[in-house]
């Protein structure tokens, strides 16, 4: 029912940038919050960046400074602006939804996308 798909992977040398994409749809009235994990290859998966729905963000220490979560006005859309990439920035890029389920308990859902490949050469 929800879709969750990201874009803007690709091959980008070191010191260069790209825009990550992801975009929910599907059944949305309401968000708790998106955001991005990243997969090294024989790595766990660890949290990059996340919006919440009040547009507070967090970042990894790791990408301070260098990579910036946002959303559009809609609140559907978060976007992971990567500038001054780096060799080990080269993972696969997941996106995540929080949708609310019941606002009294406070339960929701995380739906994941399929993931985007960044590959970011020496």
């Known amino acids: 029912q929800v879709q969750v798909v990201e874009s803007g992977g690709g091959l980008v040398q070191a010191g260069g940038s790209l825009r990550l994409s992801c975009a929910a749809s599907g059944s949305i009235f309401s968000m708790k919050a998106m955001g991005w994990y990243r997969q090294v290859t024989g790595k766990q998966r660890e949290p990059v960046a996340r919006?919440?729905?009040?547009?507070?963000?967090n970042c990894a220490d790791f990408v301070k400074g260098r990579f910036t979560v946002s959303r559009d006005n809609a609140e559907n859309t978060v976007y992971l602006q990567m500038n001054s990439l780096k060799p080990e920035d080269t993972a696969v890029y997941y996106c995540?939804?929080?949708?609310?389920?019941?606002?009294?308990?406070?339960?929701?859902?995380?739906?994941w996308g399929q993931g985007t490949q960044v590959t970011v050469s020496s």
């Open positions: 995540y939804v929080d949708l609310p389920i019941d606002r009294l308990s406070g339960s929701w859902t995380r739906n």
């Open positions: 919006i919440t729905s009040d547009g507070s963000t």
